[in-house]
C-alpha cells in the first residue's frame, strides 16, 4: 500500500477537523490544530495547504466569511 503523500495527510486532517466543527474554523485555528496533530508537518506546507482547501475541495469546503473555512454540509445549520 502506497504511503499517503504530506500534502493528503495534511489536507485529510483540514476535513476531519472541519467535520468535528460544524460551525466551522477560523484560519488561525485550523493552521494550530493541523500543526499540533502532528508535529513532523512543516508550518509553511501547512499553510499552503489550509490556503487552497476551498480551490481543492470546491465541492466540500465554503468560506461563509473571511478566514473562516466551513464543510458545505453544514451550509444551511
Not at 500500500?1 to 495527510?9: G, H
Not at 468560506?63 to 464543510?71: M, S, V, Y
Request: proline share 6%.
Amino acid at each position: 500500500m502506497k504511503p499517503q503523500s504530506i500534502t493528503a495527510r495534511i489536507n485529510s486532517t483540514a476535513l476531519e477537523l472541519l467535520e468535528l466543527h460544524p460551525e466551522g474554523m477560523r484560519w488561525s485555528e485550523l493552521l494550530a490544530a493541523i500543526k499540533d496533530s502532528d508535529a513532523s508537518f512543516h508550518p509553511k506546507t501547512v499553510n499552503g495547504c489550509v490556503w487552497k482547501l476551498v480551490e481543492k475541495f470546491p465541492d466540500r469546503i465554503y468560506k461563509p466569511e473571511k478566514g473562516l473555512f466551513r464543510l458545505i454540509k453544514f451550509k444551511n445549520q
